[in-house]
């Protein structure tokens, strides 16, 4: 159900039955290492190319979720998933072999949270007994697609984010045992002129306040609802340009729950990934392992993840436009947790 | 409501309170000339790029949809859109303006009812009061990305397709006056390991057949159930191959019901189209014209459009990969003519 003017209300609130998350290397030497299912020392899984590997990050994590939640695959009535790929073809490829109705869907690196968010209100309004929600992104693909080519090797400014390589998945069902989907806000474009696609995370800090804000005001809640309100990747720069907006408009969060997916997946004293992470497979993995996990190991009760997507293309930051930017957020409580 | 295994049936069916299409030069010359809101004589329309000038088809339909619909713009919930431009720019870029929560959304040409049967299923479930559905293509901005540059003016094949130049939009509500959406069939990727770009008719066919087959069993409906079944974009090669197949598995659909938008909307005698019309805007500015026109003159009852997708991307092509397709089918029934 609508609930204020952006937000929908889950009602029967869909249960994430289970979830996977499978990364590259770089993922497996960061913080959240024991948190994935799976960690693939190869950046080509042995695929004769990076988008065919970026396939399998995902499709292994669909696979992976669906063994974990006990549901025959056949028993899925859609998967909605979408990837940074030039017409999502990593998604697509993916749903040819899943073999299930398919809703692809984009918002850069928010569609991780716009595939949950949509996955959950099609369970929750009936339209699905259950449901797959994944997306993906590769470091080699991405990079050849929007920068340079990958073996170019070139310098990054600091503000830079680097994409992850992984692919998330979850699934859900009516009913049964597991964390809750309570609600999801659908962001609106956020664009405050920034050029820069090196500095993506400052693009799209306004448009993660934006949702979050409109989330506190639909739901008619405090941030202390929550135990944890996490960013997709804003990684460093953004996430501290977030903080500060929040107090210019004197929303209290208190900055021991605010954080980022992006900050967390890697060691930025260790690693050379610029600010942070980004990526579909950000939020995505980092949600589908991570955060899920701590929910289900009783250390969150409450958790809402916006995931931020800024909406440039190559050619639109050629032809020099700026980069619209949207943040998606879903509202996920651990089982008894919630009312 | 879940109606079989991959199907929405709307018990409460949306409303179609509004709709527009906006086209370009070619189109205007078109046996539906007189069937669309606005015909630009311009492929630029004054902007200084396609890109641009797509997005303004795209954009023209939208406001007009929204005054057509007598609604408030500010009252309408989300705006369900997407397009072929590499990461969906030309709908992000409008969503921005329109300003409105927004749903990014991708199937290729199948977007244009990919969209519709998401918007509807939101209103439906009542996760909105309103919601916009739109979707565009711009001849020269596809010919350009997929094929070659398009001043090159390279020759095509007869199985070849022409890009719809236009935008088409519409304004769904819960209660009103307009056709009303009764259900959706949500599509499997079909993939008959067909690789060539020039021929996406043929590779699409399978996935048209197998949609209508599905939505037909999932509603216990005889295709005569229907006044018209029209898919998107197959054009003469797809459309032809599509008969066939029904005949093959001996489907009765009465061959006066059979439509294709890609075959209405140009004359293939006089017109260079090669096979046909396709593009998002190909289906989108049928349905969002000469299809519901119809519904409202009262000369059809109800409908059932299939828009399909060829789901490559220029990459996937020249990494020998095949086309990957899809179609999704949205009923349609007029005002007083269904039940």
Same mark, same amino acid.
């Given at each position: 159900m609508l609930q204020g003017k952006q937000s929908w209300r889950f009602d029967s609130p869909p249960v994430i039955l289970g979830y996977a998350s499978? =990364?590259?290397p770089e993922e497996g030497k960061g913080p959240l290492k024991n948190e994935f299912d799976l960690i693939h020392e190869d950046m080509r899984l042995g695929q004769k190319s990076w988008e065919l590997?970026?396939?399998?990050?995902?499709?292994?994590?669909?696979?992976?979720?669906?063994?974990? !939640?006990?549901?025959?695959?056949? /028993?899925?009535?859609? *998967?909605v998933g979408g990837d940074l790929m030039n017409q999502i073809t990593s998604t697509s490829f993916v749903a040819r072999t899943v073999g299930l109705p398919y809703l692809g869907v984009f918002g850069a690196c928010s569609t991780s949270m716009e595939s949950l968010a949509v996955a959950a209100q099609l369970i929750s309004s009936?339209?699905?007994? *259950?449901?797959i929600a994944g997306t993906c992104s590769h470091n080699c693909t991405a990079e050849k697609q929007f920068r340079y080519p990958t073996? *170019? $090797?070139?310098?990054?400014?600091? &503000?830079?984010?680097?994409?992850?390589?992984? $692919?998330g998945a979850s699934v859900l069902g009516a009913s049964?045992?597991?964390?809750?989907?309570?609600? /999801?806000?659908?962001?609106?474009?956020?664009?405050?002129?920034?050029?820069d696609p090196?500095?993506?995370?400052?693009?799209?800090?306004?448009?993660?306040?934006? &949702?979050?804000?409109?989330?506190?005001?639909?739901?008619?809640?405090?941030? !202390? @609802? @929550?135990?944890?309100? %996490?960013?997709g990747d804003l990684a460093e720069i953004g996430h501290s340009l977030a903080r500060d907006l929040f107090a210019e408009n004197q929303v209290p969060i208190d900055q021991t729950v605010f954080s980022d997916c992006g900050l967390l997946i890697f060691d930025r004293e260790?690693?050379? =990934?610029?600010?942070?992470? !980004?990526?579909?497979?950000?939020?995505?993995?980092? &949600? @589908?392992?991570?955060?899920?996990?701590?929910?289900?190991r009783g250390?969150?009760?409450? %958790?809402?993840v916006v995931a931020t997507g800024a909406l440039l293309s190559p050619l639109s930051y050629q032809q020099g436009e700026s980069i619209p930017c949207i943040a998606h957020a879903v509202a996920i409580e651990a089982e008894g947790g919630g009312n």
């Open positions: 499978v =990364v590259g590997a970026e396939q399998q990050f995902l499709e292994q994590a669909i696979t992976r979720a669906v063994e974990k !939640s006990g549901i025959d695959q056949n /028993a899925v009535n859609v *998967y009936g339209a699905a007994h *259950y449901a073996e *170019y $090797g070139s310098q990054k400014p600091p &503000t830079a984010q680097f994409t992850v390589t992984g $692919g049964g045992s597991g964390p809750r989907i309570k609600g /999801a806000t659908i962001g609106k474009i956020v664009d405050m002129g920034i050029k090196f500095n993506m995370g400052a693009a799209m800090a306004p448009a993660a306040v934006d &949702t979050i804000t409109r989330h506190l005001q639909d739901f008619q809640l405090e941030p !202390s @609802y @929550y135990d944890l309100i %996490i960013t260790k690693q050379q =990934v610029q600010a942070g992470g !980004s990526g579909c497979g950000c939020c995505a993995t980092v &949600t @589908y392992g991570h955060l899920l996990n701590r929910m289900n250390e969150l009760k409450r %958790i809402l």
